[in-house]
């Protein structure tokens, strides 16, 4: 039987300020509450309260992933580089990859994700048809440098993930573990009682095509997603494609192109507009020699013509991040071409200045390059469908306004394909007789983030507000005066315990009522029970965290309601 947990014994601080350095709600009320603790940039310590909301989170994974099939294993975080540079992805990760060294000078890195150490494992374990499908999974240690690791738990450098992997020898077995995932992840989500949406996603670094996000909508979030009032369309901004409307926000007509008879200076091209020498433009696309040399789109990119002499020169790019991209109009970013959409490719360029970084580190996610000019920095093949998502656009699907909103990414769930089974010949031997090459999906939770994702969520003024299966305890009894107080409270906590009752017990003495109540509501357990004035006729009050509702009860009332 579980131990009554006692706050007089337990390992837990409050502080009633902010940490000086917090910018989210979690990173506030999770340190505030005494539930982590900042180790390093992005690095967290789990103390016991946190700890066992973390084991909560992680139980309803597992136990979702276990009813689909799932079985459980638990891999390295320390790899070797190789499998990584057969795949591409120790370049392509750039420096989001934490690499070190033995000390025989042998090279490794602490895994960011784990496609291709499980395709290996599957490799070496699997080799007829009749051994897929399977779905294997872990819940691990993961790695990465992230470049701004300032949301608290949300963005660790190293978290917690569950991170699945399904091998079929069909498309359709791969559809099927993609569909039993979605619902897996679905069935999760709602039990942890995060408010989600699904919606269409970049693949990214993991490569392969279909590929659906699960975003809880929050203002901390860090992904911006569009979201139809009228239909189901849903998708992450950086998958959204659409024809741009011709809008004119310069009181240029919309999108055209100009023909100039000779080498252009500013003055011709102005005189043919119709505008200002010094003039800025939205919608342009300028060509010298069939190339084009300058794009101005609406909502984003504009060509500001006193500067287009600068854009027929060698231009000089330099890489910056996303940090530095906040209110930049002359950063290209997140621009998606026809196809259904990557970020924008790079192109080398030979009048790019020598001895810029630019060139080779051009495909780094969340990177963008400065200076550049659309279609000679980069490949645009119709540089229509060049656009950048504003609140209102119309809906791809129905035509409606789009709504735009900010949302934490808890889940992202991929089909790969063959993308890894190439890269390392994963073959199985088939019903023919002949080697058939596997296919795979991939599918990631992040544990930690769903912890700080329903803080987000869900937490109130005062504090941490737990749903039952997540919460630490079930009630959280606070002993309220002195002697007969704390005798009583811990009678109440003696018989919810012996019942399956989950319960914390505040039996601190020398702690004032006042600041106990503070604590209660801080920590956030679902149900507070106050032993309090009353206690000498057996009488306790039961209040909801949440809506603070609150009743008097006799001792034996308030344990048949909490059993
Ligand atoms: P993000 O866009 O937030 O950087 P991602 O798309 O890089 O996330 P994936 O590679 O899709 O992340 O990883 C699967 C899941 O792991 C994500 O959906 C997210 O829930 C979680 N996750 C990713 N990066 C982090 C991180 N730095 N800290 C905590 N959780 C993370
Ligand atoms: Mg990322
Ligand atoms: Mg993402
Ligand atoms: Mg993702």
Not at 156 to 182: I, V, W
Request: net charge negative.
């Amino acid at each position: 039987m579980a131990q009554v947990q006692r706050m007089s014994r337990l390992m837990v601080k409050t502080l009633r300020d902010d940490p000086a350095d917090a910018e989210t709600l979690n990173h506030k009320l999770l340190v505030r509450a005494g539930y982590v603790r900042r180790t390093a940039a992005g690095i967290w310590t789990w103390l016991p309260l946190g700890k066992k909301v973390y084991e909560n989170v992680a139980r309803v994974v597992r136990e979702e992933m276990d009813a689909i099939g799932g079985q459980e294993v638990l891999l390295p975080a320390l790899l070797p580089k190789e499998p990584y540079e057969a795949s591409g992805r120790y370049e392509e990760y750039g420096d989001l990859l934490f690499r070190l060294k033995d000390r025989k000078g042998s090279e490794y890195l602490l895994g960011p994700t784990h496609e291709e150490i499980f395709t290996q494992v599957v490799k070496d374990q699997c080799s007829s048809y009749k051994d897929l499908p399977v779905i294997l999974y872990q819940i691990q240690t993961k790695y990465r440098d992230e470049a701004r690791p300032r949301a608290g738990v949300l963005r660790g450098r190293e978290f917690q993930m569950k991170d699945s992997y399904s091998f079929d020898t069909t498309d359709e077995g791969l559809a099927e573990a993609y569909a039993l995932h979605r619902a897996a992840y679905q069935r999760i989500f709602e039990r942890l009682g995060l408010d989600y949406r699904i919606v269409s996603a970049v693949s990214g670094a993991m490569g392969g095509s279909a590929s659906e996000e699960f975003l809880a909508p929050a203002p901390a979030g860090e992904d911006t997603f569009v979201d139809c009032p009228e239909c189901d369309y849903a998708a992450n901004t950086e998958a959204v494609t659409f024809a741009l409307k011709p809008v004119s926000t310069d009181g240029h007509p919309a999108v055209e192109e100009l023909d100039t008879p000779d080498t252009p200076t500013i003055e011709t091209l102005a005189e043919h507009l119709g505008v200002p020498a010094s003039a800025t433009l939205k919608n342009l696309l300028v060509k010298v020699d069939g190339e084009i040399v300058a794009v101005g789109v609406p909502g984003d990119r504009e060509v500001d013509l006193g500067k287009l002499g600068e854009h027929l020169a060698p231009a000089t790019v330099e890489l910056v991040t996303a940090e530095d991209f906040e209110g930049r109009d002359d950063l290209v970013r997140g621009y998606v071409g026809p196809q259904g959409l990557e970020k924008v490719r790079y192109l080398a360029d030979p009048r790019v200045a020598p001895g810029t970084s630019w060139i080779t580190g051009a495909n780094k996610a969340d990177t963008h390059a400065r200076n550049v000019v659309c279609g000679r920095d980069f490949e645009v093949d119709d540089y229509l469908d060049v656009v950048v998502v504003e609140a209102g656009d119309p809906c791809p699907a129905c035509g409606a306004g789009l709504k735009l909103d900010r949302a934490i990414e808890i889940g992202h769930i991929f089909q790969l394909g063959r993308k890894y089974a190439d890269t390392f010949q994963l073959d199985v031997l088939g019903q023919q007789g002949k080697p058939v090459r596997v296919t795979m999906g991939s599918y990631g939770i992040g544990v930690s983030r769903a912890v700080a994702a329903l803080v987000e969520q869900t937490a109130d003024e005062q504090g941490l507000c737990w749903s039952k299966e997540i919460a630490p305890a079930d009630v959280h009894i606070v002993a309220a005066g002195k002697a007969v107080q704390t005798e009583l409270a811990l009678s109440v906590a003696e018989q919810l315990n012996a019942a399956g009752v989950r319960v914390l017990v505040d039996d601190r003495a020398g702690v004032s009522p006042g600041v106990k109540f503070t604590d209660a509501e801080l920590i956030g357990v679902p149900t507070i029970l106050v032993a309090g004035r009353r206690s000498a006729d057996g009488v306790v009050e039961v209040k909801d965290r949440r809506t603070g509702e609150r009743e008097e009860l006799t001792v034996s009332e308030a344990v048949a309601r909490l059993t």
